[in-house]
């Protein structure tokens, strides 16, 4: 049976805390709904109705696209190991960019990533668990490298240059403030 919350409490952020991997989607007023699975040591919990998301470079940048649109945001998280759930965290969300003033003060909750480019601050709204039953177990070995040594490969200056070929608009022509 799924149940609903208004915050996040702290079973629920014990779960998200587990958790390797979770799933953020985002629409704009038209075009495609975006569906990302995201890693790394990327997400904190800032409070019962907080969470921060670090965006690192990637082949697009659709929900910076979007939150500019229509500032939703869903966060589901996943149980592969362990007992199932699935917790699915609703809100609405916004983007820092390292031009801005609240950068400075929530990048240094997060490793230091290179090619990160955006924080989303997601002010939860609702929660809602289910049980997960039929999602297959799965063990976890270890978070990839590949992006991390891109980046570092091409450098900062490299990884400016993909986000002003690849980050700038959307797959369905939206800007993303990026720059």
């Not at 998280?77 to 965290?89: A, D, K, N, T």
């Amino acid at each position: 049976m799924s149940k609903f919350y208004t915050d996040l409490n702290a079973k629920l952020c014990d779960f998200i805390e587990d958790q390797k991997i979770f799933f953020v989607a985002t629409a704009g007023k038209e075009g495609r709904v975006n569906l990302s699975p995201k890693g790394m040591d990327s997400l904190r919990i800032l409070n019962s109705n907080q969470l921060l998301w670090l965006s690192l470079t990637g082949s697009g940048n659709e929900t910076a696209a979007h939150l500019l649109e229509i500032p939703r945001m869903t966060l589901m998280f996943c149980s592969f190991e362990g007992s199932p759930l699935i917790l699915r965290v609703y809100g609405k969300a916004r983007a820092i960019h390292p031009r801005d003033k609240e950068w400075a003060e929530h990048i240094s909750r997060f490793p230091e990533f290179p090619g990160s480019r955006q924080i989303f601050i997601l002010d939860v709204e609702s929660a809602q668990t289910s049980c997960g039953f039929a999602v297959p177990n799965y063990q976890y070995q270890e978070d990839r490298g590949e992006l991390v040594n891109w980046s570092e490969k091409i450098g900062e200056e490299g990884v400016k240059n993909y986000w002003k070929e690849k980050n700038q608009i959307s797959i369905d022509g939206k800007p993303t403030e990026i720059f």
